[in-house]
């Protein structure tokens, strides 16, 4: 298979039955613009209809997997809601292509995975992370709520009290304390060496059978994801209003600690 779409933000290639997807700012530490959401989207769905791709890989360029959601983007957006309500359709949209492919998926994370970064690695089936990786679902440090479908992967992982717990926490966590939550699956202390393992590993077993399987669980589950990803977007829209908020986004500007007053 040939990828038709050339986007400007991702590196993509196709090794035999596996594409592998790179995001491509590393000036930002691959965070999350309005671009990049739009060619992620268009490159799954292209990928989606071929019969030649069995599995799905996602990775970072250079030092991080995604620092999340890029703020001068949402600095941007603040006064504009069209504007952001059309971004975070397009969120919706990108996590609940990349959750419901009929492709097994990877995520192979090295460096920051952070807020919607970390969000989209939880869409996907598998996540291997290197040992000096770094992890946070750190919304809640600029007056947000998670996005991306968070609620949804985390309540399924954790549970729900573990999972509000995470995220009123917001804090940084090393990968070792992400395996242990079983919030990723393989911790390694050469995530490319790693990830060539179970390529082979799964290239090697009846993947259609895999597959199937998948395409079972998610059709099933894509419903509750719908839901969550809509009252997300609502409730962002709601956060990006309050004075807390437009602390936490001064506050991390000017590189000092935030004072929230729950307003």
Same mark, same amino acid.
């Given at each position: 298979?040939?990828?038709? %779409?050339?986007?400007?933000?991702? /590196? =993509?290639?196709?090794? &035999?039955?596996?594409?592998? @997807? ?16 739009? #060619?992620?989207? $268009?490159? $799954?769905?292209?990928? *989606? @209809?071929?019969?030649? @791709?069995?599995?799905? =890989? ?27 309500? *059309?971004?975070? !359709?397009? =969120? ?7 959750? /419901? ?5 990877? *995520?192979?994370?090295? &460096?920051?995975?952070?807020? $919607? ?8 089936? %598998? @996540? ?15 007056? +947000?709520?998670? !996005? ?12 729900? !009290? ?19 939550? /079983? ?12 990830? !060539? ?5 799964? +290239? ?20 509750? +994801?719908?839901?969550?990803? #809509? ?9 990006? #209003? ?7 986004? /001064? ?13």
């Amino acid at each position: 298979m040939t990828i038709e %779409y050339k986007p400007k933000t991702l /590196n =993509v290639t196709v090794k &035999g039955k596996v594409a592998t @997807i790179q995001l491509n700012r590393p000036e930002s530490l691959n965070s999350i613009d309005a671009e990049m959401i739009k #060619e992620l989207v $268009l490159c $799954l769905k292209e990928i *989606s @209809i071929s019969d030649d @791709i069995f599995i799905v =890989v996602l990775t970072g360029n250079e030092r991080a997997f995604s620092a999340g959601g890029d703020l001068k983007t949402m600095l941007s957006q603040d006064n504009d809601e069209s504007d952001f309500q *059309s971004i975070m !359709d397009n =969120v919706s949209e990108l996590v609940a292509t990349m959750y /419901n492919m009929p492709m097994l998926t990877i *995520s192979a994370v090295s &460096g920051a995975a952070a807020g $919607l970064g970390l969000s989209l690695a939880l869409a996907t089936d %598998y @996540i291997i992370a290197d040992e000096n990786s770094k992890l946070a679902m750190n919304f809640i440090g600029v007056g +947000l709520i998670p !996005d991306g479908g968070a609620h949804f992967f985390l309540e399924r992982k954790l549970g729900e !009290d573990k999972a509000k717990q995470l995220i009123w926490e917001g804090k940084m966590m090393k990968a070792s304390e992400a395996y242990e939550m /079983n919030l990723v699956h393989e911790l390694t202390t050469n995530y490319k060496e790693a990830l !060539d393992a179970k390529l082979e590993e799964w +290239l090697n077993k009846p993947i259609q059978a895999m597959i199937k399987t998948k395409k079972i669980l998610a059709e099933k589950n894509r419903p509750q +994801l719908l839901k969550i990803l #809509e009252l997300e977007k609502h409730g962002q829209l709601k956060m990006r #209003e309050t004075k807390d908020h437009r602390e936490g986004v /001064n506050a991390f500007i000017e590189k000092r600690k935030p004072k929230f007053i729950g307003e």
